[in-house]
């Protein structure tokens, strides 16, 4: 964007001391979206190169654009085979995952105006939990076949939050009674899991246990495009209201009295962020941690203009993931584990960190 | 007389407590009007509903010749401006952002350099170009209600609405700010209607007053005929004297007066929602025994 090359000038004829500082925080936000989206590259090509079989970073790259522009690189067929069906898929999933966890953590807690909101205040997760455990404790699902468990995911999840986004819409939507509804509803459901686990024998323990521990095992090409379609379609939508969710946070009275219609672009946003966040919790479950921690760290670099901050939670969300799934995958090799529990165990020291480093003081004010 | 803003019988709240009843006015360019009252008149009520952030019942508001309940927000954002008492600080943006936010009304998803112009000119013009980059929690009292004032400016309004912009400033601070909207005022040739707890601060700067009691209004009109110890009595419950300072009415509050079975705030409307905070001044006879000790 030209923002650097502007000569706009005050009375006196220069750019005055605060205008140039104003001047370089913005091209440090330019600047930082791109070192995030360089990291997302150089990881993807370094993880490739993690696994019993060994491929060079260069490889990695050579067997990744040899898709593309066929005969460039002489790329053996193993490793070509190895790095876009087993590796390339996983980290594609993750981040994925990642970005939309990460955006949607950035936009509920804008909305629901709260830092400990996350894209399962709604009882997303809960929801799916339950469907999960219908599926494979009564056999109860929506879809046949090898979408079981997840089409009762996303079905339920879907459920959760719609039952508060209606509530909201009939009862007004202020953030405290969209969140209080959301922990009321997330126990609900979670009671209900409880229930099935109860009742359920070994294996169908082993099923529900697995799902809620949070996983990107589950992706593979043929999944890839739906969640494609469905971020192509949803993120957009949700980067065009960040100028009103800059506004929002100000408090409801101040969006109205600027001109927006603070209920309604709550509703909007609960709504889309509810389908991205559905559509990938039931491939992934519950991976807790990076919605909620992801917008933190891109609001304390970036500050808080969402037109940079929702597109850097994304990211972040996919560089936390990825990078604590490459561990996951490798630290005690051939033992996979799950990927919920090390994005915790990985991203909160760094988290930590962050806050006690951080510049931005005011940030829980 | 041309008139900017015209309120016509508003009527808000519920069937059992209206807030509002029956407001009207009538206020013209470059003028700044404020409206006084005890706490619960519906001081603050008067300002959102005009601003269409509480949807009165019914009546009309009018900006020049033009019906506010007919607008769509955004329209309403292009007519009037609203700096509110306090903003939420949760997630604060500096304050440069925070003032561009006041340019939502007249731009898309970019900002261009213009709308920034505009805002690094309003910031200037309040004198606070040297906090563009500080955090907007960060801030003291007195600069933040500055920036919320400089966000409702750059919205380019000719009514700007303030929801007691001095209530949580030191008397220096109060004075800023009142000074800040009388000048814009008389240079923008803007309207400006305030509510105010200060009698003083209404009775030294305002062309014009309303006076509010319990969702009506009682009295109106210029500083010296409206602000008379018979008024702010009724209206108060307060005793005070009223002393003429460089021929603004200087009030002098004396002592509270036991109302005649009728104050308003105790009873069965202790379990209504309104504030009941009193914020009545010390008395005078009170302030002379501290001295005399």
């Known amino acids: 964007m030209a923002k650097t090359v502007r000569r706009t000038t005050t009375r006196a004829g220069n750019r005055s001391r605060m205008q140039e500082a104003h001047d370089s925080f913005v091209f440090a936000r330019h600047f930082f979206m791109v070192v995030i989206i360089a990291i997302i590259i150089v990881l993807t090509g370094v993880i490739i190169t993690l696994g019993p079989l060994d491929i060079s970073v260069a490889e990695a790259y050579q067997a990744l654009i040899d898709r593309f522009y066929p005969g460039y690189f002489n790329v053996e067929p193993l490793t070509s085979r190895v790095v876009w069906n087993i590796r390339f898929p996983r980290i594609v999933g993750g981040i994925m995952a990642g970005i939309g966890f990460g955006v949607c953590g950035c936009v509920m807690q804008a909305v629901l105006k709260n830092p400990l909101a996350s894209p399962f205040t709604l009882g997303i997760s809960a929801g799916a939990q339950f469907g999960i455990s219908l599926a494979a404790v009564i056999g109860i699902s929506v879809l046949g076949g090898p979408y079981i468990l997840i089409g009762n995911a996303f079905l339920f999840a879907l459920l959760c939050s719609g039952f508060i986004i209606a509530l909201a819409a009939i009862k007004g939507a202020t953030s405290e009674t969209l969140i209080l509804a959301g922990i009321a509803v997330n126990y609900f459901f979670s009671a209900m899991s409880q229930l099935f686990k109860y009742f359920a024998d070994d294996e169908q323990l082993r099923l529900m246990t697995s799902w809620g521990m949070g996983d990107l095992s589950a992706f593979s090409w043929n999944k890839i495009p739906l969640i494609l379609v469905v971020f192509a379609v949803c993120i957009p939508l949700l980067m065009h209201k960040a100028w009103d969710l800059n506004i929002m946070t100000s408090g409801d009275e101040t969006a109205k009295s600027i001109g927006v219609n603070a209920e309604h672009v709550r509703i909007f946003i609960m709504i889309i962020s509810s389908i991205v966040v559905a559509t990938v919790v039931c491939f992934t479950g519950t991976i807790s941690f990076i919605g909620l921690v992801a917008p933190h760290m891109a609001r304390m670099i970036l500050g808080g203009d969402h037109r940079f901050l929702i597109p850097a939670s994304g990211i972040l969300g996919a560089v936390v993931l990825v990078a604590a799934d490459a561990v996951a995958m490798n630290l005690i090799a051939p033992t996979v584990i799950p990927t919920g529990i090390m994005t915790s165990v990985i991203g909160v020291p760094f988290f930590m960190y962050l806050m006690l480093k951080g510049r931005r003081k005011e940030f829980w004010a | ?98 003032v561009l936010m006041g340019r ?103 062309h014009s007053i309303i006076m509010m009691k319990k969702g009506k209004i009682v009295a109106v009109g210029d500083p010296a005929s409206v602000m008379t110890p018979e008024n702010i009595e009724a209206i108060y419950n307060v005793e005070v004297a009223v002393r003429s300072q460089s021929e603004e009415p200087f009030i002098v509050p004396i002592r509270q007066i036991k109302s005649n079975g009728s104050r308003p705030n105790t009873g069965e409307r202790f379990f209504s929602s309104r504030k009941k905070r009193s914020r009545l001044p010390r008395s005078l006879s009170e302030i002379k025994e501290i001295k005399l000790s």
């Open chain 2, 1 to 98: 007389m041309m008139i900017q803003l015209q309120a016509k019988g508003i009527v808000f709240g519920y069937d059992s407590s209206p807030i509002l009843k029956d407001v009207s006015f009538e206020i013209g360019p470059s003028r700044l009007v404020t409206i006084v009252g005890p706490n619960g008149s519906g001081k603050s009520t008067l300002i959102k509903c005009i601003d269409r952030i509480l949807a009165p019942k019914s009546g009309n508001i009018l900006i020049d010749r033009k019906d506010v309940t007919k607008m769509d927000r955004i329209d309403i954002a292009r007519n009037l401006s609203y700096v509110p008492q306090s903003s939420d600080r949760t997630f604060s943006s500096n304050v440069f952002d925070t």
């Open chain 2, 104 to 206: 939502r009304p007249h731009i898309g998803w970019l900002s261009s350099n213009d709308d920034e112009d505009k805002v690094w000119e309003v910031l200037r013009l309040l004198g606070i170009e040297d906090l563009a980059m500080s955090g907007f929690g960060e801030l003291s009292g007195g600069q933040q209600q500055k920036v919320l004032i400089a966000r409702a400016l750059v919205q380019e309004t000719k009514v700007m609405l303030l929801d007691e912009p001095t209530s949580n400033l030191d008397v220096w601070h109060q004075l800023d700010v009142m000074n800040i909207v009388s000048d814009l005022v008389k240079k923008r040739r803007m309207t400006a209607l305030m509510a105010l707890h200060d009698l003083n601060l209404a009775s030294k700067y305002s």
